[in-house]
């Protein structure tokens, strides 16, 4: 059975700050991995995903997240944090070989960017 | 204009009332999905569908039906609405080939 842990309910940064935002999966088969942001009263937004093919994947307003398998990890990272980066981050795990292509989502790490 | 649309935005609704969620998508997919969010719990399935004719649970089905009237259109209705139904209600849709899944902006939704 698939499964996503979000480590962290709440991350505090300052603004410039690196981000990392945690998130571990339990897969029985080849995982797909998605990062979705979701901002204040928005649906939410693809940010990146892992599809097996390069383990760094560059997403959208200057994230990434590495793939580890050893480590079943999908981590989050951006450099430097805006004040538009606050917001929902879900880690979301799909087995690729599940015709139904069902996501399963991680219970969201909220990420609060102080001035 | 969106890819894909969600009515109401927001409902208010008191138990025991039947009231209905629609989505809409002008994207092509033909794969449409209906989940639930909870606070601190992530967004959970309800129903999914492959095309017209196909039509799956999820995990919480229990208390949900469905309807696809069309390609585009995916109905999700509450028969006789119970306060623990109250949450933030999400439609998503899919190409059949590909990975990403593509989000409404939600239904908000509280039972009385």
């Known amino acids: 059975a698939q499964s996503v842990t979000q480590l962290d309910s709440h991350v505090s940064v300052s603004e410039g700050t690196p981000v990392l935002l945690r998130c571990n999966y339990s897969?029985?088969?080849?995982?797909?991995l998605f990062w979705y942001v979701q901002h204040p009263n928005k649906g939410l937004q693809l940010l990146l995903k892992?599809?097996?093919?390069?383990?760094l994947v560059k997403g959208i307003n200057g994230f990434e997240a590495e793939f580890k398998k050893s480590e079943t990890s999908f981590h989050l990272t951006k450099p430097s944090a805006h004040m538009s980066d606050a917001a929902e981050y879900f880690c979301?795990?799909?087995?690729?070989?599940?015709?139904?292509?069902?996501?399963?989502f991680g219970s969201g790490t909220r990420l609060l960017v102080r001035p | 204009d969106a890819d894909v649309t969600q009515t109401p935005r927001n409902r208010i609704t008191k138990t025991g009332k039947r009231i209905m969620l629609e989505c809409s998508q002008t994207?092509?997919?033909?794969?449409m999905y209906w989940y639930r969010q909870d606070p601190g719990l992530g967004l959970r399935l309800i129903y999914y569908?492959?095309?017209?004719?196909?039509?799956n649970k999820g995990e919480i089905s229990d208390g949900y039906s469905v309807s696809r009237q069309a390609q585009a259109k995916f109905s999700l209705s509450l028969e006789s609405a119970i306060p623990n139904q109250t949450a933030l209600y999400f439609c998503?849709?899919?190409?059949?080939?590909?990975?990403?899944?593509?989000f409404g902006p939600g239904t908000r939704l509280l039972v009385l």
């Open positions: 892992y599809t097996s093919a390069a383990t």
């Open positions: 569908s492959f095309d017209v004719k196909d039509i």
């Open positions: 998503a849709t899919r190409q059949g080939a590909g990975e990403t899944q593509y």
């Open positions: 994207k092509g997919h033909d794969r």
């Open positions: 979301v795990v799909s087995d690729r070989m599940d015709s139904s292509y069902k996501l399963i």
């Open positions: 897969s029985s088969y080849s995982p797909s």
